[in-house]
């Protein structure tokens, strides 16, 4: 059974950069053709999709984020990354990394349980 | 503001159905049969419960089930049990160089 896991600092000081990692067991990072993505939550809030990756490196961004974001991906540590940079409270969020569905499906599962990133001096 | 709306709350008596919906543009919802449901109790993760419209995954119970018609999708849960007091959000694909929006969520209260 595919499990993601995200860790990373739970606090980061405003204009610091927020780096998370999500570890996936029970399966490959590399096999089949997966994207592999970053949703947050701020408190009370809804999601906001983040940006994802596949394997190979590729990546797409939510252009409200993307001069911020950089994800990427370790297949050795069947690992990927997220990094947000120049933060603020307005980042505060549940943080989750999730496997996107296997084309030509489109959805978000599983998901990892969230980490709770606070952005506060 | 998401870009999905979906009611903020709705409610239901046990073995009652309630429909939850979900509205977007012809760039999001009308346009592409990818919307998805996704259920969330407190503290744990969004968990898949209907993909493309109308689709369950494996392990999913038929008590669930989803429609659209036109910028709007719908989740529908009948024979309401206790378990399904959670938070509800929708997602489609869109069109828009965003790609997945979502929308603010819904709070199931079983009463």
């Known amino acids: 059974q595919l499990q993601l896991q995200e860790s990373g600092p739970g606090l980061v000081k405003p204009s610091e950069t927020l780096s998370l990692t999500c570890t996936v067991s029970g399966g490959s990072i590399s096999s089949s053709s997966y994207y592999w993505g970053w949703i947050r939550q701020p408190p009370g809030k809804g999601l906001e999709w983040i940006g994802s990756?596949?394997?190979?490196?590729?990546?797409y961004y939510n252009p409200s984020l993307k001069s911020r974001v950089t994800i990427s991906v370790d297949t050795s540590k069947n690992q990927f990354s997220l990094k947000l940079s120049s933060v603020t409270a307005a980042d505060t969020a549940v943080y989750y990394c999730a496997r996107h569905c296997s084309p030509p499906v489109q959805c978000f599962d599983p998901w990892g349980q969230g980490t709770l990133v606070t952005v506060s001096s | 503001q998401s870009a999905l709306t979906q009611p903020a709350s709705v409610s239901g008596s046990p073995g009652q159905s309630i429909t939850i919906s979900c509205t977007g543009t012809?760039?999001?919802?009308?346009?592409?049969?990818?919307v998805s449901w996704y259920q969330q109790h407190p503290g744990k993760a969004p968990k898949l419960m209907i993909y493309?419209?109308?689709n369950r995954p494996s392990g999913v119970s038929n008590r669930f089930s989803g429609s659209k018609s036109g910028n709007t999708a719908s989740l529908t849960i009948s024979g309401l049990q206790a378990e399904d007091e959670a938070d509800y959000y929708c997602?489609?694909?869109?069109?828009?160089?965003?790609?997945?929006?979502f929308g603010g969520g819904t709070k199931l209260t079983v009463l």
């Open positions: 990756i596949y394997y190979s490196g590729s990546t």
């Open positions: 997602s489609s694909y869109t069109s828009s160089s965003t790609h997945w929006v």
């Open positions: 493309d419209v109308s």
């Open positions: 012809s760039s999001d919802v009308g346009g592409y049969n990818y």
